[in-house]
């Protein structure tokens, strides 16, 4: 629709401006300079200032004329925000505003419509007439959905010869009051203290309303419906929902211990819909009521010498909550008690009063006390309130008490050598019981070694044996000795004193050697270390004075240090090897003197290298003993041998005399003595003809030790040393098999069963045995080969 009017002209641009008869203030914002409303019941125009309500007007747009009568037409959309209803009953579809282009007087135009409603979810709410504009509504709409939609608008020429820019059409849903407030929690619980103070807050109640908050659809205001067990004791903010307490002084959790309280929620401010929220509140406990003792005076008995022992129970009563710090008791002796004899604690219950002694009571001193107890809380009074006191009385009891010894602990000093019989001190106790007729008496006990002995009833100690610092129970030179002091009570009491006796050191024991034998090495020997030895006291002791007796200085020589106890044993000479037995004289500063014997082993080794075998050396008796035995073993076989040579040769030989060669002449040894045959033996000869029978005893040695033997040459070392050293290891091992025999023959003499040894009858058999073999025996056997073969003249 166009409208001239002198200088403008007007077209009708989008829309009826009044929804049931009321002018949107919407579409009132959209009036801007240079647009009028025309009112659509006369014709007539409006201009912003002038617009009446109860009216329907369309926004209009001036076109001003151009001077030269060319009226220049502007393309754009004239669009102002839509509002619709929400829950609109209809009928559907609905319109809702008419979409037009200012192209749309000289072209036909297509409109389209785009976004959330339209071609997206929820598709279809708004659809658009396609050449008029008319946009509608195709169902009822719901604000807390959807507060509000954005379209996007187009618009194209049908010839495709122009298009409208694109423009954003915002629908707003209007909201009405179609949701109730709701509770955010149900119930609401709080506490307060029962002496809480007026206008102290105590809970907030919050509701919410899904409405629009900012109308009167989603405000809600709060009251308070009911109040229980009594009314009027709290109040409500309108507004917050904060309850408060209405009043001090009206709370008593003895009486009342919680609230029941009901709030109503309402919107539209308190007057639309409304929902009811219920809240518990708690009353805690104040310490309002002050302990009070069950009796005003109590009594009891103690026994004396008792520490930490239960005098007294005192109970007491709270109104208060149990267990609480406003009815646990707190007990205090404020009189009574200046010595510090006694200690008041709270019982585990809470509510009883426990006194004990700190320590013992002693009934001689003081047999009776008297306590001022007083009460209170843990915590302090919530209102002024008056404490609660009580009196204690406390008799002592007297009991049997032990002796007591002046010291508990007495130390004297004394000799070692202390006569035997003698008194050493007097050592006795005291009877506590004043009041008490009794004698005491006294023993000993833990005397280990029974050196003391004591007067059952003078308590004098003697010595009853020899005394000894150097004995091994000894520590620090002091000898302890328990002695009891008991009464002749019909219960009698026994006390305990200890005697510590201290011994001073005498010179009666020597300096010894602790070492009894030692070994040095054969070759370049080094001194031997000797320590001495003196359990004395230092002022008995060092420094040691040592020396050789008189025989064994030409061979041995001490070196000492006279501030150490240690010496050198030193050879002056070269010793062969073996076991040398010594005696050293050692001296003490007092010049008191003990012989040490001490045996030195010569080794085989070098230098301070010192490793002795297992095998023996020296002319020792032993050794010598050996070496006898070997060389009797040694003749009994060679004797045999020849036996039975003899019988192997089957003829008689006839011994004669013969000339030996100069050279077998030096193996003769000439002795001078001569012993008788065996008729001059003095002993029965029966015992040697038993029979032909010849038995042999292997004799083997008492001990086996462990020789040991090189397995490898060391490095650089000559091999011929080596094999020596072994080879001289092994000839002095007689610990090894073959042991030697001992042959028993027959007794060969007069009346002999055995026969002559002519009996080989070696000149019979006229060589028809080969006796060459025994020219392989070596130099020994060669004689006896040419008189078996025949090969020297007879």
Known sequence: MKFTNGSFTCVLCLMVFTIHGEIIPEYLAAVQPGHFVLDKRNNSTLWQNSIAPQSNYVLMQVIPKTSNGIIRRKRDWLLPHVSIPENDKGPF????????????????????????????????????????????????????????????????????????????????????NDNTPFCTKNPFTGEVQER???????????????????????????????????????????????????????LDRETDTAYNLAVEAADMDGHGLSCTCTVLIKITDSNDHAPRFGQKKYTST????????????????????????????????????????????????????????????????????????????????????????????????????????????????????????????????NDPDTAREQQIRYKLVQDYENWLEITEDTGLIRVRSSLDREASFIRNEQYTVLVLAYDDDDEPATGTGTLVIKLLDVNDNAPVLEEQSVSICLTEPKPVRLTITDPDGPENGPPFTTELLKEYKSNWTIISNSSSSVVWLKPLISLALGKYSLVLRVYDIKRFFQDSSIIVEVCDCKGDDVTCSSGIYGATDVALFVYVLAAILCFLVLFLLLFLLKRRCGRKVQLKQFKLPEEDRDNILCYNEEGGGEQDQDFNMVLLCSGPEVFSTDIAPIASPTVFYRQHPDENEDIKDFIYENLHTADDDHYVAPYDSVLVFAHEGEGSEAGSLSSLESSISNGDQDFQHLHNWGPQFRRLADMCAGGEDE
């Open 302 to 429: 103690v026994q004396e010498n008792k520490a930490g022992e239960i005098v007294a129970r005192l109970d007491v009563t709270d109104g208060d909550e149990p267990s609480t710090a406003n009815s646990v008791a707190q007990f205090t002796i404020i009189q009574g008690n200046e010595k510090g004899f006694f200690n008041i604690s709270t019982g585990p219950t809470g509510m009883e009063g426990i006194i004990t002694t700190s320590k013992g009571l002693d009934f001689e001193q003081e047999n009776s006390f008297s306590l001022l107890v007083m009460v209170k809380n843990e915590v302090p009074f919530a209102i002024p309130l008056a404490t609660s006191s009580s009196t204690v009385t406390i008799t002592v009891q007297d009991v049997n008490e032990p002796p007591v010894f002046e010291p508990t602990e007495k130390l004297i000093t004394i000799l070692e050598n202390h006569e035997v019989g003698r008194t050493i001190c007097k050592y006795t106790a």
């Open 196 to 250: 809480a103070k007026q206008n102290v807050s105590v809970i907030q109640v919050t509701a919410k309303d899904i409405d629009d908050p900012e109308t009167g659809n989603g405000i809600v205001r709060y009251k308070l419906v009911k109040q229980e067990p009594n009314g009027g004791v709290f109040r409500i903010d309108p507004t917050s929902g904060v309850i408060s307490l209405a009043t001090t002084g009206i």
């Open 93 to 176: 579809p609905k319109e809702v505003v008419q979409i037009k282009s200012t192209a749309a007087d000289s072209k036909k135009m297509i409109y389209d419509i785009k976004g959330p409603g339209a071609d997206q979810p929820p598709i279809g709410l708004f659809t658009v007439k396609k050449y008029t504009g008319w946009l509608f509504v195709t169902k009822s709409l719901d604000r807390e959905e959807t507060a509000e939609y954005v379209l996007t608008i187009d618009a194209s020429a049908e010839d495709q010869s122009y298009d409208e820019k694109p423009v954003n059409l915002i629908i707003k849903v209007i909201d009405q």
